[in-house]
């Protein structure tokens, strides 16, 4: 056998090894409770419903745009073939496309490095691997950790065209697609985001020639192509969405913003560490002697960092997952420190590198199958933390029968409830639209129940009354809970209690349900024959 032949077997077997330990990994995962994000449960059960027929925005409600939730349906298509849980199926989706977009993160960062850096191209591929979030249930799937999954191949096909290395044209389009596909799911804010690097990348290039490439051409092709599709084949989905969902979500949206002067004080709190480290890496790459694409990969993801905080100014507000571009940008430029600084060392001790990337994978996958564990355990706290609603859920209704959740904060529990394969009692899904009720009215001190107020009130409240009477006298849920603590996101003294009971008559199926107050947290209500 020859040397190189050798060197392939020897890489093949790691690699098999490093395949095996994955597994480990995710048999370790899944040997505890799989578990993904609130928003990934939502779209897995608009996939039940597209998959029986329903029509978005009219048989059911989101506040988003109807891509997430086709994406979602060949898992849920797969799940019901496969007779298993669609939860789990998405979490091997996700996993898979966290190992595949890292091996092509890993491809491409070896052929714009030079061939001594390729512990460098390792580490940056770890961007996407070596992440505690893909533990973490309240991020995991999240719309934000998709597109960033698709990001870095895309950022380093970029920095392929600026040095004038070739990639295979099919790679180049399977990577455009992706980046225009996950940046469709939020278009105003990851679209902002993929428009900030291709800025800089004329700048860089000083001609706007580069912006002719595959991946380019594949990106915009697939965002325009679903633009379209939504456009001329939505119908009546595409009008409800667009002339009362928009307006109505756009309003309420803006109801929870940080209060004036506190934006940026409140973005600094949340995420200034990780700001910080983009800002503080960004300049020691450009001190260091490092090839110039690297001090490029540095300069892209401080773009990506400083249009996520254009993005989280200009919404005024953000939540946990809104803070992944960030985040991403600290993780891909940190990978990339420990890359450099590796390197330089190994070149000191003279060590050689020809196999190294592998055997550092397989440490990296040893440590991540013994963390896994660990942080699995952590989301099993939090599961069960929901385990009294869900319990009640399970205790008051059996599988396939129609539950209806009105209250904002059980929202939380969604992908439990579609674990348990309930379906929703109202085109509202889990969730009571309660921020979507008030035009960002305030309440006065003295006022304890805001939505009494007239001036409070949006036309849109009456209409979302009716529709409630409707869908429940149409689909008669076998189960009705109603949440009785001060509802999250809600006016000042809002009580969910309160505004059913309180105003009973516009609420008429009431009459067909026993009422049982004896749970301190929710109103179980069930029919009374």
Same mark, same amino acid.
């Given at each position: 056998?020859?040397?190189?032949?050798?060197?392939?077997?020897?890489?093949?077997?790691?690699?098999?090894?490093?395949?095996?330990?994955?597994?480990?990994?995710?048999?370790?995962?899944?040997?505890?409770?799989?578990?993904?994000?609130?928003?990934?449960?939502?779209?897995?059960?608009?996939?039940?419903?597209?998959?029986?027929?329903?029509?978005?925005?009219?048989?059911?409600?989101?506040?988003?745009?109807?891509?997430?939730?086709?994406?979602?349906?060949?898992?849920?298509?797969?799940?019901?073939?496969?007779?298993?849980?669609?939860?789990?199926?998405?979490?091997?989706?996700?996993?898979?496309?966290?190992?595949?977009?890292?091996?092509?993160?890993?491809?491409?960062?070896?052929?714009?490095?030079?061939?001594?850096?390729?512990?460098?191209?390792?580490?940056?591929?770890?961007?996407?691997?070596?992440?505690?979030?893909?533990?973490?249930?309240?991020?995991?799937?999240?719309?934000?950790?998709?597109?960033?999954?698709?990001?870095?191949?895309?950022?380093?096909?970029?920095?392929?065209?600026?040095?004038?290395?070739?990639?295979?044209?099919?790679?180049?389009?399977?990577?455009?697609?992706?980046?225009?596909?996950?940046?469709?799911?939020?278009?105003?804010?990851?679209?902002?985001?993929?428009? *900030?690097?291709? #800025?800089?990348?004329? &700048? !860089?290039?000083?001609? =706007?020639? @580069?912006? %002719?490439?595959?991946?380019?051409?594949? +990106?915009?092709?697939?965002?325009?192509?679903?633009?379209?599709?939504?456009?001329?084949?939505?119908?009546?989905?595409?009008?409800?969405?667009?002339?009362?969902?928009?307006?109505?979500?756009?309003?309420?949206?803006?109801?929870?913003?940080?209060?004036? *002067?506190?934006? #940026?004080?409140?973005? &600094? !709190?949340?995420?200034? =560490?990780? @700001?910080? %480290?983009?800002?503080?890496?960004?300049? +020691?790459?450009?001190?260091?002697?490092?090839?110039?694409?690297?001090?490029?990969?540095?300069?892209?993801?401080?773009?990506?960092?400083?249009?996520?905080?254009?993005?989280?100014?200009?919404?005024?507000?953000?939540?946990?997952?809104?803070?992944?571009?960030?985040?991403?940008?600290?993780?891909?430029?940190?990978?990339?420190?420990?890359?450099?600084?590796?390197?330089?060392?190994?070149?000191?001790?003279?060590?050689?590198?020809?196999?190294?990337?592998?055997?550092?994978?397989?440490?990296?996958?040893?440590?991540?199958?013994?963390?896994?564990?660990?942080?699995?355990?952590?989301?099993?706290?939090?599961?069960?933390?929901?385990?009294?609603?869900?319990?009640?859920?399970?205790?008051?209704?059996?599988?396939?029968?129609?539950?209806?959740?009105?209250?904002?904060?059980?929202?939380?529990?969604?992908?439990?409830?579609?674990?348990?394969?309930?379906?929703?009692?109202?085109?509202?899904?889990?969730?009571?639209?309660?921020?979507?009720?008030?035009?960002?009215?305030?309440?006065?001190?003295?006022?304890?129940?805001?939505?009494?107020?007239?001036?409070?009130?949006?036309?849109?409240?009456?209409?979302?009354?009716?529709?409630?009477?409707?869908?429940?006298?149409?689909?008669?849920?076998?189960?009705?809970?109603?949440?009785?603590?001060?509802?999250?996101?809600?006016?000042?003294?809002?009580?969910?209690?309160?505004?059913?009971?309180?105003?009973?008559?516009?609420?008429?199926?009431?009459?067909?349900?026993?009422?049982?107050?004896?749970?301190?947290?929710?109103?179980?209500?069930?029919?009374?024959?």
């Amino acid at each position: 056998m020859s040397g190189a032949q050798k060197q392939s077997f020897t890489a093949m077997l790691l690699w098999l090894a490093a395949a095996s330990l994955a597994g480990i990994m995710v048999w370790q995962l899944f040997s505890k409770i799989v578990y993904v994000s609130v928003d990934s449960g939502i779209y897995l059960d608009s996939a039940r419903a597209l998959l029986a027929g329903a029509r978005p925005y009219i048989d059911f409600v989101d506040i988003n745009p109807p891509l997430a939730m086709y994406l979602h349906v060949p898992v849920v298509w797969l799940a019901d073939i496969l007779n298993t849980d669609s939860i789990a199926a998405y979490f091997v989706t996700v996993v898979a496309f966290i190992l595949c977009s890292s091996l092509v993160s890993f491809y491409l960062a070896k052929r714009i490095l030079p061939a001594d850096y390729r512990i460098a191209a390792f580490a940056i591929a770890l961007t996407l691997i070596y992440s505690l979030h893909n533990f973490d249930s309240s991020w995991f799937g999240q719309r934000e950790q998709l597109f960033m999954l698709a990001l870095l191949p895309y950022l380093l096909l970029r920095i392929a065209r600026l040095h004038d290395v070739a990639v295979p044209v099919y790679l180049s389009i399977a990577i455009g697609i992706a980046a225009g596909l996950m940046a469709s799911l939020k278009p105003p804010q990851f679209g902002a985001i993929m428009v *900030g690097v291709e #800025l800089l990348i004329c &700048l !860089r290039h000083r001609s =706007l020639r @580069v912006l %002719i490439a595959p991946e380019i051409t594949a +990106a915009i092709g697939v965002s325009l192509a679903y633009v379209a599709l939504f456009y001329f084949l939505g119908g009546a989905s595409f009008d409800v969405f667009v002339n009362r969902y928009v307006p109505l979500f756009t309003s309420s949206y803006n109801a929870m913003n940080d209060p004036d *002067g506190m934006v #940026l004080p409140t973005l &600094l !709190r949340r995420f200034g =560490l990780e @700001v910080a %480290i983009v800002f503080v890496g960004w300049c +020691a790459t450009m001190l260091l002697k490092i090839p110039k694409v690297l001090r490029d990969l540095s300069t892209l993801a401080l773009v990506v960092c400083v249009m996520g905080i254009v993005v989280y100014i200009a919404q005024a507000k953000g939540f946990g997952y809104h803070e992944m571009p960030m985040r991403f940008s600290a993780n891909l430029m940190l990978c990339l420190l420990c890359g450099i600084v590796v390197h330089k060392l190994l070149l000191r001790f003279r060590v050689d590198t020809a196999h190294m990337p592998y055997m550092a994978l397989l440490c990296v996958l040893f440590f991540m199958a013994g963390i896994s564990a660990t942080f699995s355990s952590a989301n099993n706290a939090a599961y069960r933390s929901t385990q009294g609603l869900v319990k009640l859920i399970a205790d008051n209704s059996s599988r396939g029968d129609r539950v209806a959740i009105f209250g904002v904060t059980p929202l939380w529990y969604y992908p439990s409830l579609v674990q348990q394969d309930r379906y929703s009692g109202t085109r509202y899904a889990f969730s009571f639209m309660i921020p979507m009720l008030y035009d960002g009215a305030s309440v006065e001190p003295d006022i304890p129940h805001g939505y009494k107020v007239a001036g409070n009130r949006i036309d849109q409240e009456q209409l979302y009354k009716s529709e409630i009477q409707e869908d429940i006298e149409k689909l008669k849920p076998e189960l009705v809970i109603i949440y009785r603590r001060d509802c999250q996101w809600c006016l000042p003294g809002f009580s969910m209690e309160e505004y059913f009971l309180g105003q009973a008559e516009e609420f008429p199926f009431l009459q067909d349900y026993l009422i049982d107050r004896s749970n301190d947290w929710y109103l179980v209500l069930t029919p009374k024959s």
